[in-house]
């Protein structure tokens, strides 16, 4: 009879251990998340960001992301260097400056690729019907931006340069107020500014587009030290933006009623513009050409102390993509 009774006493402790996790989890508190910082912007270029963290997507990578708001990419960055975000949504115009600068920056996706966000929308009644009337006139631009790149890169497309117009630097809430108060007689802006802008003009609204000379690559930035002390949080983050271009490509209308309501602009206004942009998680050699392409308009115009053609690949970490969407990557090493 003992026997039996030391029997059922083990049989009770096994049970009671194996409940004893199962309790635990039950009353337990669930794993904290990491939390991070992304430095982002109000524009359709964020849409993978706000969709994943619409979706959940970020959450179900385990971390907690914060998003912080900036009127533009340059912004964004500035705030990623100064420690105050851990990673930035930016385009590559502040990311070649940010690099002639010395600053260890990593890009560590690219997340939007357009050639037709960026243009220059002039008034008719100030004389301008066609690029080349841009001579002698009045243009608005946001220093250090892809605009500021764009706007020499179309005026070189039409024999023209800087020294042949009036630029104006200005910031980019200035834009629309400043052409609509005639104080410029044309901007270089981008969505969702420019189509605004345009529906302000209406019939006064003329539009130079150039999809030959310039393709904008907008993307996921971070600095080198946290990216080489966080590689798992990286390739977290790149595995939530890579569902989040899945959910874009296969529900369209929802996503841009997610992007509408977290940008607080109207929803036809973000599918008007919709379609002038490519939203992919990858990285190819096409952002290298651009960042050096960009850097030669930075040496001529004295933009930059520097001489010397920096290494941009040594600024790109694929390893985190590669783990994730190893098809997305395409660059010589």
């Not at 834009?175 to 006064?204: E, F, H, M, S």
């Not at 929802?254 to 992919?280: F, P, R």
């Not at 290298?288 to 053609?309: G, Y």
Request: hydrophobic share 45%.
């Amino acid at each position: 009879m003992w026997k039996l009774t030391l029997v059922l006493c083990g049989v009770l402790t096994l049970l009671g251990c194996e409940k004893a996790p199962g309790a635990a989890g039950t009353t337990g508190a669930a794993p904290a998340r990491q939390k991070i910082t992304l430095a982002l912007v109000p524009q359709p270029q964020s849409t993978l960001v706000q969709v994943a963290l619409e979706k959940g997507f970020f959450s179900d990578e385990g971390l907690d992301v914060q998003p912080l708001m900036h009127s533009n990419g340059k912004l964004a960055l500035q705030a990623t260097v100064e420690g105050k975000a851990d990673f930035a949504t930016v385009a590559e115009t502040p990311i070649m400056f940010s690099v002639l600068r010395g600053e260890r920056i990593f890009v560590v996706a690219n997340i939007e690729t357009s050639t037709a966000n960026d243009a220059v929308v002039a008034r008719l009644d100030a004389g301008i019907a066609k690029p080349s009337d841009l001579k002698g006139k009045r243009i608005g631009f946001m220093p250090g931006t892809t605009i500021d790149f764009f706007l020499d890169s179309l005026l070189t497309a039409q024999g023209l340069t800087r020294q042949d117009i009036t630029a104006v630097a200005l910031k980019s809430n200035e834009l629309q107020d400043a052409l609509l108060a005639k104080k410029v007689d044309a901007v270089a802006a981008w969505n969702y500014p420019l189509t605004q802008i345009k529906r302000r003009l209406g019939a006064q609204a003329v539009t130079f587009y150039d999809r030959q000379i310039y393709t904008e690559h907008f993307n996921i930035a971070a600095m080198q030290d946290f990216v080489q002390n966080n590689r798992q949080t990286v390739a977290a983050v790149l595995r939530a933006l890579v569902r989040a271009e899945d959910f874009v490509a296969s529900h369209a209308d929802e996503a841009q009623g997610i992007v509408a309501q977290a940008t607080k602009v109207e929803k036809d206004l973000v599918t008007e513009v919709w379609g002038a942009m490519n939203y992919q998680v990858r990285l190819d050699q096409n952002l290298t050409i651009t960042l050096e392409d960009e850097t030669r308009w930075a040496m001529k115009n004295k933009l930059t102390e520097q001489t010397v053609m920096p290494n941009y690949v040594s600024h790109i970490y694929v390893d985190g993509l590669k783990a994730v969407k190893p098809g997305a990557v395409r660059m010589d090493r």
